[in-house]
């Protein structure tokens, strides 16, 4: 089952390309498998299968499945209607977090939430930015986008001092479609990450000597 790739961190990416930057929740990577006979039947977390007996992310299953799974398919099937019937496999990624998850961690108690990121199709990439806005942008359960333009040093500063109309929480994930970038390059994709100072902080002063362990 395909895993979800390292994401660079902004200062190994060339600036000046358009982007699309989305929210970045701050969670676990859940991952999830669809195929024309089996349906949505392999299940993962970043690094390992699970199923739905899984302590933390079990509920992450049922919530996948439940509310967003056949939408996410019906959707596909639109965007791509000549291309749909050669898909073998969809595999679906989306960030699981509650009100106090951090860096990875969970409070039990918390309500649990998904929000889909990225789509990637078997044999032939992810999905670029733009089309997954167009398929998923007006969706609740999608990641939302909070800026469009050039992937620029004044961008980055408003992400890492939390200067966006929008308030973040962790920071941003950035994607665009280029065939002059070639770093970690899926397809036509690319895609960086920036964190808010604020962020970066509270990874220190849990982590302190480790922090850099979560991503800069």
Request: with cysteine.
């Given at each position: 089952?395909?895993?979800?790739?390292?994401?660079?961190?902004?200062?190994?990416?060339?600036?000046?390309?358009?982007?699309?930057?989305?929210?970045?929740?701050?969670?676990?990577?859940?991952?999830?498998?669809?195929?024309?006979?089996?349906?949505?039947?392999?299940?993962?977390?970043?690094?390992?299968?699970?199923?739905?007996?899984?302590?933390?992310?079990?509920k992450g299953i049922d919530i996948f499945t439940e509310e967003m799974g056949d939408i996410i398919i019906e959707r596909i099937k639109h965007a791509y209607p000549k291309q749909f019937k050669n898909i073998d496999r969809i595999t679906a990624f989306a960030e699981f977090f509650g009100e106090n998850s951090?860096?990875?961690?969970?409070?039990?108690?918390?309500?649990?939430?998904?929000?889909?990121?990225?789509?990637?199709?078997?044999?032939?990439?992810?999905?670029?930015?733009?089309?997954?806005?167009?398929?998923?942008?007006?969706?609740?359960?999608?990641?939302?986008?909070?800026?469009?333009?050039?992937?620029?040093?004044?961008?980055?500063?408003?992400?890492?001092?939390?200067?966006?109309?929008?308030?973040?929480?962790?920071?941003?994930?950035?994607?665009?479609?280029?065939?002059?970038?070639?770093?970690?390059?899926?397809?036509?994709?690319?895609?960086?990450?920036?964190?808010?100072?604020?962020?970066?902080?509270?990874?220190?002063?849990?982590?302190?000597?480790?922090?850099?362990?979560?991503?800069?």
């Open positions: 089952m395909l895993q979800y790739p390292s994401i660079l961190g902004v200062k190994k990416m060339p600036l000046g390309h358009k982007c699309y930057a989305f929210y970045k929740y701050d969670g676990s990577n859940l991952r999830f498998e669809w195929s024309p006979k089996k349906g949505w039947n392999k299940f993962g977390s970043r690094t390992q299968m699970i199923d739905r007996n899984h302590p933390t992310f079990g951090f860096a990875g961690s969970h409070e039990e108690d918390d309500i649990k939430q998904l929000k889909l990121f990225d789509i990637f199709l078997f044999q032939k990439g992810f999905i670029r930015p733009e089309e997954f806005v167009d398929i998923f942008g007006d969706w609740d359960k999608s990641a939302e986008v909070v800026y469009h333009g050039n992937l620029n040093e004044e961008f980055i500063q408003k992400i890492r001092h939390n200067a966006l109309e929008i308030p973040l929480n962790e920071g941003v994930i950035c994607k665009g479609s280029s065939d002059k970038i070639q770093f970690k390059k899926y397809g036509s994709v690319w895609m960086t990450k920036i964190k808010t100072f604020e962020y970066i902080n509270k990874l220190k002063n849990r982590y302190q000597d480790k922090w850099e362990d979560f991503g800069e």
